[in-house]
């Protein structure tokens, strides 16, 4: 039985939208065949910031357990909402086990239900605060047989390496895309463009030294991509 907060805010979806959908087309761009409701982000996001406002007392563990029904929801709306309700959770509420990711991954297919979660704001602040705890995750998420968590251990690293200077989390990003750069699966040689990339700004030379040193065993699309970022600031070049 869902969560009672999980229902509320599955009503104010409900309420805003229309019918679950399915569409082979976009099933195919998303990497999985969950039913959405046709709602936009930026009303996701108005319903995420309103609700969080009038819960701003909630303690980490209820917020956890919301969390952790919506993950387990049948839509992929549902799932979605939780990397959103994420952006807008206070400090405290963010301070819940980190292992709740271990298993909510087990509940999302594709990057972009993946992504949703593991990239914004929690990963910034969360991940370097309590990299005692996350440290052994992202090592065991960049070995696990589940795809969702080998890139989950290359995207939840995306955020931080764009905002903040971390050697501890610069050294287990190279270290899991080396584990990874003979993947060939495109969720996974997507993002290590993604995540080298985003070194760009904070570790420009150490970046650089890698992509020398191993651009024979990366990802043909990773190197090109970082390539081109490390010249334009874009990841493809501009057209003319």
């Known amino acids: ?34 039913p959405r409701y046709p709602i936009s982000i930026p009303v996701l996001r108005k319903i995420a910031r309103e609700w969080m406002k009038e819960y701003t007392d909630l303690p980490a563990s209820a917020f956890s ?58 990963s910034n602040t969360e991940i370097p605060e309590n990299w005692k705890n996350w440290k052994p995750l992202l090592v065991r998420f960049n070995k696990s047989k589940n795809i969702q968590k080998r890139r989950a251990s290359l995207v ?7 905002n903040v200077q971390d050697d501890r989390l610069r050294k287990q990003a190279f270290e899991n895309i080396d584990r990874l750069k003979s993947d060939k699966e495109i969720l996974i040689t997507k993002a290590i463009s993604w995540l080298l990339r985003n070194m760009a700004k904070h570790y420009r030379s150490e970046l650089i030294a890698y992509l020398n040193k191993n651009q024979d065993t990366l990802p043909t699309l990773a190197v090109r991509e970082t390539m081109a970022k490390l010249k334009t600031g874009r990841k493809t070049k501009k057209k003319v």
């Not at 509320?8 to 805003?16: A, G, K, P």
């Not at 939780?82 to 819940?96: H, M, N, W």
């Open 1 to 34: 039985m869902a969560n009672v907060f999980h229902q509320e805010i599955l009503q104010q979806i409900i309420e805003r939208s229309g019918t679950p959908t399915q569409h082979t087309f976009v099933d195919t761009y998303l990497g999985n065949d969950h």
């Open 65 to 122: 357990q919301l969390l952790t029904s919506l993950i387990k929801g049948k839509s992929s709306t549902e799932k979605c909402m939780v990397g959103i309700l994420l952006d807008y959770a206070t400090p405290e509420q963010r301070k819940f086990d980190p292992k709740a990711f271990d298993s909510w991954l087990d509940h999302l297919v594709g990057w972009a239900e993946v992504d949703s979660l593991c990239t914004g704001k929690y």
């Open 156 to 162: 939840l690293l995306c955020s931080p390496m764009r």
